[in-house]
């Protein structure tokens, strides 16, 4: 599934959508904000993305997008876990990516994790990436959106 637009329209996109957000979180409004982490090695087991939400509100996993992927997923296993550190998707994870090939994109649905799907205000968030299969293979650019209220 290709948007039809380059790599580097997808990125700047990606960048001009964060600042905008970024803008209006300044105001003190609720907002969707998409957190970019470029190049992630699922199967090479690249340490976990920590984020933090804005000062007093709890988030929400909405989205979750790989693309711009530059080593075939060979396995179907790889996804998303998001935790908090102890407990790796004890917040919410994907469904597997499947064998989306290079150049391609894939968003699986998000299921919530034992703890639910409630990021709480002012704690570190972990994104992990990973390739738990018998080939753990996958690199590309990911795309995630919390809702913050």
Known sequence: MSSGLTIQEQ?????ATIAALEAAAAIGSAQSIPYLF??????????????RGPAGLTGRVVSFTVYNITEIFEDGTARLDVGDGSDQN??????????????GSVSPAISAGVLGNSLPPDTDV????????????????????????
Request: proline residues 5%; hydrophobic residues 40%.
């Open 11 to 15: 990125r700047d996109n990606a960048a």
């Open 38 to 51: 470029q190049v992630q090695d699922f199967g090479g087991g690249d340490a976990p993305e920590v984020i």
């Open 90 to 103: 004890g917040y919410a994870f994907s469904g597997a990516l499947g064998t989306e090939g290079t150049g």
């Open 126 to 149: 972990t994104f992990t990436f990973v390739a738990p299969g018998g080939t753990p293979t996958g690199i590309a650019d990911a795309l995630v959106v919390v809702n913050w209220s």
